[in-house]
């Protein structure tokens, strides 16, 4: 069970780092509350990796400071190490020894003696799916089963603080769906996770809290809705079914938002941003049925996270949230 902790289980102010004559970080603070998950997303280079490194003492900023599990970084870093679990982008086991062997190992090195390690080993193979393996080398398992692994030691010693980077990526839907329920039962134990990923729709089911990072600084921060929020209005999607119609459609969704409306080509379909809802809605389609336009489909919906991460940041979620840059 995770320690009870009285202030903020993750803490960074003003963490700065450069690389050579790149700025990696340029002033970075964070928050995250015991028992929450923080999500952090950013462009390629933006600093999330920089930023996990230097929290997990794997890293030395040039100026800042920064706090884990009650733990001053810089100061303490065994006590950091002590209390914290990190899963990182590229799933860390030895591919000789069994799954089993793994965990085991893992829970040997902080400390459980012979039989608390191998109950523990196996409830977490249990736990993520991985008992009918568990006695194969793991280098025979998937790559979606070696993350599941990687993930699974990162939880041994139950710290309170865990840090998971890009946990999910090469999962398929059951393998990211038991580590979206193992997050959600960690945190409803107390444990607080700072989670990267590359997936908005991740961050938007799990993070209590989501900071943006883009050239080295944190540009917006908040839960996923009041993110969502600052885009603004809700989208209003139609598909027009004749081709010689679209510019009169176009001419009429103008009216309807501050914005000429988005088309995309191929498919016929146009977007706009609404304040009103239904009622647009109700008028466009009457608008459209008056001037003898044919509607395929039409959706309204609230913005997503996508549509925050791009209002904050320029760039389109596949292209900022993938992962390998700093």
């Known amino acids: 069970m995770s320690k009870p902790q009285s202030g903020p289980a993750i803490r960074a102010e003003g963490l700065t780092k450069r690389f050579g004559s790149k700025r990696a970080l340029a002033g970075v603070d964070l928050e995250a509350a015991p028992g929450t998950v923080l999500g952090v997303l950013g462009p390629n280079g933006a600093g999330k990796t920089t930023t996990v490194r230097v929290l997990t003492t794997l890293l030395r900023p040039d100026g800042g400071r920064a706090w884990m599990a009650g733990h001053d970084v810089l100061a303490d870093p065994e006590g950091v190490r002590r209390d914290l679990g990190l899963s990182g982008q590229y799933a860390a086991v030895d591919e000789k020894l069994t799954g089993r062997e793994n965990l085991y190992l893992v829970a040997r090195l902080y400390g459980l003696g012979r039989r608390a390690a191998r109950v523990r080993a196996g409830e977490l193979l249990a736990g993520f799916d991985l008992e009918e393996a568990a006695d194969r080398p793991s280098g025979t398992y998937s790559g979606g089963m070696r993350r ?108 309807l938002g501050a914005h000429r409306p988005e088309l995309e080509p191929r498919t016929g379909r146009f977007t706009v941003t609404t304040d009103h809802g239904a009622q647009t809605l109700e008028y466009a389609l009457g608008c459209l049925r008056l001037a003898d336009i044919a509607v395929r489909d039409v959706v309204l919906a609230q913005p997503t996270l996508d549509d925050a991460f791009l209002a904050l940041t320029g760039q389109p979620a596949s292209a900022g949230a993938q992962g390998g840059g700093r």
């Open 148 to 255: 599941r692994l990687d993930l699974a030691g990162a939880l041994v010693a139950r710290p309170p603080v865990v840090v998971l980077d890009e946990p999910t990526t090469g999962l398929d839907p059951r393998g990211r769906a038991d580590t979206w329920r193992a997050v959600r039962e960690l945190v409803a134990q107390g444990t607080t996770v700072l989670l990267t990923t590359q997936y908005l729709e991740e961050a938007d089911q799990l993070a209590d809290s989501v900071v943006v990072v883009e050239h080295g600084r944190v540009v917006a921060h908040g839960s996923a809705s009041e993110l969502k929020a600052r885009v603004g209005g809700e989208r209003l999607s139609l598909t027009v079914a004749q081709t010689w119609a679209r510019p009169a459609a176009a001419d009429i969704l103008s009216s």
